[in-house]
């Protein structure tokens, strides 16, 4: 699950003082983490200070602090690193890294690529300015604010008669099938998006919509909503464009399915466990192979 720890807590501005907790530092370049392998696994780089004096930076955000040490994102502008290190994707680490700096270089890796691109105005052209009391940048000429994006997107299970609808999309991986996902379009309720998703996608309509999760999914900047659904008519069919199948599956003929770090995978495994109350036939987590 890939969100802020609760340990976490968010601040604009830096220490003014170097703190007496030395910092840890969330370096990214191309959209990977620096990291290097330690005693007890990965480690990120600690100092008080920028901890590679000679290694040029782009831009750095202070984060706030993480069990009371300080967090910086940081934007190299090479990304070649220091001996021992190595830059790794955030999809990569997931396991490899505990839950919580992982969410912490989540929240990292979208402010670094928002504020790369929202270093000049939207409207008038001119430079931005970092503001002080929240999280944005405005235009010193016509006082436009630019907020970090987030795009929206929901993603419903839909069942049917002991039966999961699963579906492939042709950048998945080899046998991988997942769960139906889409933006939410400018205007749209969350619920309209599923209905018009859904029906776009495999061409059938969906009933008793009920919320599931959310989660953050920083490739670049999204927030994945999960519904349930039960299936309320239509005839299957993949629109051959976003989605390349479609199919039902039961519990017993799962195919690959999509990262055990995705919103995908958790609504997935919650319909194969068990639950009080509700007959199922599956023994458990992990039923499926995943890819991703
Ligand atoms: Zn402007």
Redesign the pocket.
Known sequence: MLMLPDDFHPAILPPTAIAESPAWWFILANGQLLVRPGDEGLELPLASIWPFAKWPTARRLYLGTLWGQPCYAVETATGEPPPGWTFESLRGLWTRMDEERLGVAGQALQLIEWDRNHQF??????A?QPRADERARR??????IAYPRLSPVVMVRVVHAGRILLARAPRFAAGVYSVLAGFVEAGETLEQAIHREVAEEVGIQVQNLRYFASQSWPFPHSLMMAFTADYAGGQLQADGQEIVDARWFTPDEMPGLPSPMSMAWRLIQDYLTPHDGRSSRAEGEGRGSFAS
């Not at 105005?121 to 001119?126: K, L």
């Not at 235009?139 to 436009?144: F, I, S």
């Open positions: 105005c939207g409207q008038c052209g001119t931005t235009c010193p000429a016509c006082e436009l």
